[in-house]
T-cell receptor, first 115, second 115 residues
Framework: AQSVTQLDSHVSVSEGTPVLLRCNYS??????LFWYVQHPNKGLQLLLK??????LVKGINGFEAEFKKSETSFHLTKPSAHMSDAAEYFC?????????????FGRGTSLIVHP | DGGITQSPKYLFRKEGQNVTLSCEQN?????MYWYRQDPGQGLRLIYY???????QKGDIAEGYSVSREKKESFPLTVTSAQKNPTAFYLC??????????????FGPGTRLTVL
């Protein structure tokens, strides 16, 4: 069985300061991991994904995440927050448990960016 | 432009009425998914379909029904048996197969309010 835990329901930062959104996962297989962003009343957009290649993954809008198997973590970071980064962020894990890839979503982290 | 469309964006229905939410994709994806989103609960899987004329229940299928008669279309019906249908509904698609997993593409969502 797979599961994912986003450790913070809300993260508040000032514009120009670093962002860290934390995600831990559990998987019996080699998982694929994703971060999505959702702006209010919109669909989700892919930020980045890990699929067993390089452990440091770069995504859009300056975001990146590092896959750490020993810590079962896939934290999302950005060096400098922008006002437009304010949104809901979802960490997703997917593996072949059950015979097909069915993703499991974390509960989301709301990123608040102060001027 | 390739993508996923959901209609309508906002939907109001009286309690006890069935309602059907539309989801269409022109990405030639095999797999399609329906999710329900409530504040603070992330995305919960209602139904998914990996091939035409076949679909499986997700975690919260009770009170919902789907069909997959065409590859491009995966409509969701919210029946009167759904106890609390007011929510934001998201449709997604992917080319996930048995050997690899790709990211999901999401529609813009339909906000259903039952009065």
């Amino acid at each position: 069985a797979q599961s994912v835990t986003q450790l913070d329901s809300h993260v508040s930062v000032s514009e120009g300061t670093p962002v860290l959104l934390r995600c831990n996962y559990s998987s019996s297989y080699s998982p694929s991991l994703f971060w999505y962003v959702q702006h209010p009343n919109k669909g989700l957009q892919l930020l980045l994904k890990y699929t067993s290649a390089a452990t440091l993954v770069k995504g859009i809008n300056g975001f990146e995440a590092e896959f750490k198997k020993s810590e079962t973590s896939f934290h999302l970071t950005k060096p400098s927050a922008h006002m437009s980064d304010a949104a809901e962020y979802f960490c997703v894990v997917s593996d072949l448990s059950g015979g097909s890839y069915i993703p499991t979503f974390g509960r989301g982290t709301s990123l608040i960016v102060h001027p | 432009d390739g993508g996923i469309t959901q209609s309508p964006k906002y939907l109001f229905r009286k309690e006890g009425q069935n309602v059907t939410l539309s989801c269409e994709q022109n990405l030639n994806h095999d797999a399609m998914y329906w999710y329900r989103q409530d504040p603070g609960q992330g995305l919960r899987l209602i139904y998914y379909s990996q091939i035409v004329n076949d679909f499986q229940k997700g975690d919260i299928a009770e009170g919902y029904s789907v069909s997959r008669e065409k590859k491009e279309s995966f409509p969701l019906t919210v029946t009167s048996a759904q106890k609390n249908p007011t929510a934001f509904y998201l449709c997604a698609s992917t080319n996930a197969g048995r050997d690899s997993y790709n990211e999901q593409f999401f529609g813009p969502g339909t906000r259903l309010t039952v009065l």
